[in-house]
């Protein structure tokens, strides 16, 4: 073994020490690293058409969107608003309905002794509910900080880049820098690709779902779209989450109609999925769906939610390091071609 593969491993060693001991961290370093990319996107072209040096173009880029958002959240808060009350009050109708349905039938009887929902309420108690409570708020806030950490690592990583990336290259030995300036290189534009690719599919889903849904009279469509849309950002899983609360409001309406749902969703994923993100990301990170469900089960089963989150990212940044360090590094074999 030599000395520029034995740096490689001590630094692999040492990631998954930190993923063993303590996994929230480097999945949130991630996270703030895709979004120190979008913002860098934004800033780059910023900087170039106004002259502005770059950290103040990328603080320019954070500051509008931030008061985008604020500006969104403003203008939309009265209407979601109003339709997540009535949404609230009308999933556990819907649930009570397809109970009554699935009561019915002998295989909807055992579906139903499986699922017990009996337990979640009658196990119940005011200690265990006080309890309950806690553990929300702790989540709650816990979420609140770490959603604070990630914005303030991205910013720093996305304001000076260059000292924090000759840093990390220092850690390799010094005759593969050229190999791991170029995979960095690379990293940083097939995660751009996949931001551009999910932000765009973000947007055509969450539009097209809704207009499917308004064209059906489905109830609170808004909110059910903006629901897919923004589950969008977890391909696969996501959209199939989010579709859930809609194809149960669908069905109190009228058993057929939740079929219909159905099929506008995934007449939305497939035309999103199969045609237009590939034409956007085209071959900066095309994701096999096999590849990424199996990646988004081990992630959920190893780190939770936020490893599902992030499931999509880290196989296009392992498919990256598995044919720069690996196939081309370890092997020394040019990848196979496309």
């Given amino acids: 073994m030599t000395r520029a593969q034995g740096s490689v491993l001590v630094l692999v060693g040492l990631l998954l020490f930190l993923l063993w001991l303590v996994p929230e961290v480097p999945l949130l370093g991630f996270a703030a690293v895709l979004l120190a990319l979008a913002l860098r996107a934004g800033g780059e072209p910023l900087a170039r058409r106004t002259g502005l040096p770059d950290w103040a173009a990328v603080l320019l880029v954070a ?6 958002l604020a500006l969104a959240v403003w203008a939309a808060a009265g209407p979601l608003a109003e339709q997540a009350t009535q949404l609230a009050q009308r999933l556990p109708q819907s649930l009570e309905t397809l109970r009554g349905w699935l009561s019915g039938t002998a295989w909807g009887d055992w579906l139903l002794r499986q699922a017990e929902p009996g337990q979640l309420i009658s196990g119940s108690s005011a200690e265990t509910a006080a309890q309950a409570a806690a553990r929300a708020a702790g989540s709650t806030l816990g979420g609140l900080g770490n ?6 690592l991205a910013l720093y990583l996305a304001v000076q880049p260059a000292g924090y990336l000759s840093g990390l290259r220092s850690l ?6 050229g190999r791991v300036q170029e ?8 995660l751009r690709g996949w931001l551009l690719g ?3 599919a973000m947007i055509v889903a969450g539009t097209l779902t809704w207009l499917g849904f308004w064209a059906l009279g489905i109830p609170l469509a808004g909110l059910l779209a ?3 849309g923004l589950l969008n950002f977890i391909p696969v899983l996501g959209p199939v989450i989010g579709g ?3 194809v149960l409001l669908a069905m109190t309406e009228q058993p057929v109609l939740g079929l219909w749902v159905v099929g506008v969703i995934v007449a939305v994923q497939t035309i999103e999925g199969n045609f237009l993100t590939p034409m956007v990301q085209s071959r900066t990170a095309d994701l096999p769906p096999a590849l990424l469900l199996i990646v988004q089960v081990l992630t959920g089963a190893l780190f939770g ?3 599902v989150a992030l499931a999509a990212p880290l196989s296009a940044l392992g498919l990256v390091l598995a044919k720069k360090v690996y196939v081309e590094g370890w092997l020394e074999r040019e990848p196979p071609k496309a």
């Fill in 198 to 200: 999910q932000a765009f």
């Fill in 183 to 190: 995979t960095l290189a690379e990293i940083g534009h097939t």
């Fill in 172 to 177: 390799f030995d010094p005759r593969i820098d």
């Fill in 226 to 228: 903006a629901i897919i």
């Fill in 305 to 307: 939610l936020l490893g």
């Fill in 63 to 68: 500051a509008l969107t931030v008061a985008a």
């Fill in 244 to 246: 859930v609360p809609a």
């Fill in 147 to 152: 959603l604070v950490l990630v914005v303030l």
